[in-house]
């Protein structure tokens, strides 16, 4: 549906700036099966067909009584010199910190085990602590930098990647939790896509929709934290979730130029060391993400592109994104806002996609060890590959995209 501009006057509505691009507009009141999108830049600024607290509440309590299942009991099996050999998601994490690297296994755990818990807890404790009357700020504010962070789909998919490197060496077969796990990653998609947070902002703590008499326009500002537009309270927060309401987010460019800098760092190690040694017949094969990914095309070239994608060219094209906004911000170029905006999200949907081969690391560490003829360790390139992809994750996050449209000095005068 088409957003109306400030210029008109509607009987139901809301003034609503948007958060990627600081446009200021009347967002009309919207039927269950409605979107808006912002009439600048497109951004999606209000859902209308999303689920409701009881809805989602269900959804974690599934969640709830599947993960046992899905964390502990075997996923995929192989068989080797007679005896079969289980994997799970709990025993691969714990074979990469026995085995030197607790930090990369911190990572692996809280994307796969830590954040779809909090997820689920989280939706819990909304679900009784609105009828407890309890604070529910900070969870609501939690849970909408939590998207991103929940990773199952992703381990999931290197699950399969794992099978079939493994499959060359020894039979796979799957293991008994399997669709426990695959209905605990459906459910967990379908819960973050219907989940919103402005919904749930506005069911618990609802705002007037009319401004005070004589408001000026200008000073209007759109909180980050919970979409909510409007003027600061005395003490300078956002009326609704009490984040400090700020003109632009505090030192973004520079936090985002020293995650960047770092993560460009990082990843020159990552690249050049070996990221997984495998021993066979006592033998120590070393192998580099360009190596492995060789000799995954050998056998399986679709499934080599996608860890190619994931592992060189995604972070590849979020560092040459990166900076390039960050330049063109630093310029004040005014040519193409649009693009340049549209270039944001898309590194926003693919950056967490770059954990795919700590994920293969983790389960094929699960299935083979040092008391087997053939052993599968991780290498040194794990720890610096893993902090690059976080660190890259966040660069995108603390970017306040708004800098980008400041090129301008209207709401209309602007250039795609």
Known sequence: MKIQ?????????RYQRCAQCDALFILPALNHNQDAFC?????????????????????????????????????????LLGASISANLLHGIWQMALQGDPITASMVAFCTIGAPCTLVFSLLYLYFGHRLGMNLRPVLLMLDRLKEWVMLDIYLIGMG???????????????????AFIALTLLSVLTLTHLNIGQLWEKFYPQPARLP???????????????????????????????????????????CWSALIAA??????????????????????????????????????PVAAIVFIASILVPFIKVVVLLTLLITIHFNV?????????????VSWI?????????????TMSLVDRDQLLAFTIGPAAFFFGAAVILTILAVEWLDSRLIWDAHATNADYTD
């Open 5 to 13: 501009h400030i210029h008109c006057v509607l009987p139901q509505g």
């Open 39 to 79: 009439p600048r830049c497109r951004a999606k600024v209000a859902f209308g067909h999303e689920w409701t607290i009881n809805q989602l509440a269900v959804m974690a309590a599934t969640m709830l009584l599947l993960m046992p299942f899905a964390y502990a009991d075997s996923l995929i099996s192989v068989r």
């Open 351 to 363: 950056g967490r996609w770059s954990m795919l081969d700590l994920f293969v690391i983790s389960i």
């Open 264 to 301: 460009m760092v990082l990843l020159i190690p990552a690249n050049l060391l070996p990221i997984s040694i495998i021993y066979i017949n006592g033998s120590r094969n070393e192998s580099t993400i360009l190596a492995g990914i060789g000799s995954l095309a050998a056998d399986n070239i």
């Open 213 to 255: 008499y004589r408001t000026n326009m200008a000073t209007l500002r759109v909180c980050l934290a919970c979409n909510f537009t409007g003027n600061a309270d005395v003490r300078g927060r956002c009326p609704r979730c009490h984040v400090p309401l700020r003109y632009r987010r505090r030192h973004s460019v520079q936090k």
């Open 161 to 179: 990647v794992a099978a079939i490197k493994v499959k060359d060496y020894a039979a796979v077969t799957t293991g008994l939790a399997l669709p």
């Open 334 to 346: 005014r040519q193409g806002l649009k693009t340049r905006i549209r270039l944001l999200r898309f």
